[in-house]
Nanobody, 122 residues
Framework: VQLQASGGGLVQAGDSLRLSCAAS????????MGWFRQNPGKEREFVAC???????NNADSVEGRFTISRDNAKNMVYLQMNSLKPEDTAVYYC?????????????????WGQGTQVTVSS
């Protein structure tokens, strides 16, 4: 499975961005999709994930502001990010896990995209 993330950019605090991730295979539809973020020198941090059936799980830090969704017909997963804060600044990665339930650990994800930079200025 190959993943291509896009949609990052430079925005101001309070703005919104929508990240997209395209998967190369139709089997993507049966897997859990997740978004993680990472800053230099820090561990990769869980943001949100969604099962093939649409069950979602969000990190506490983004609950109520970020929404993950997917379109299995298009092999796409999205991350709508509202009310962005400077602390949301990071490289955002999409990932695929072959688990059938929501998973937060990066170790349980099997495939990763290349990342897209999100920078939020104060």
């Amino acid at each position: 499975v190959q993943l291509q993330a896009s949609g990052g950019g430079l925005v101001q605090a309070g703005d919104s961005l929508r990240l997209s991730c395209a998967a190369s295979e139709r089997t993507f539809g049966s897997y859990v999709m997740g978004w993680f973020r990472q800053n230099p020198g820090k561990e990769r941090e869980f943001v949100a994930c969604i099962t093939s059936g649409g069950i979602t799980n969000n990190a506490d830090s983004v609950e109520g502001r970020f929404t993950i969704s997917r379109d299995n017909a298009k092999n796409m997963v999205y991350l709508q990010m509202n009310s962005l804060k400077p602390e949301d600044t990071a490289v955002y990665y999409c990932a695929v896990s072959k688990f059938q339930r929501t998973v937060r650990s990066a170790k349980l994800y099997d495939y990763w995209g290349q990342g897209t930079q999100v920078t939020v200025s104060s």
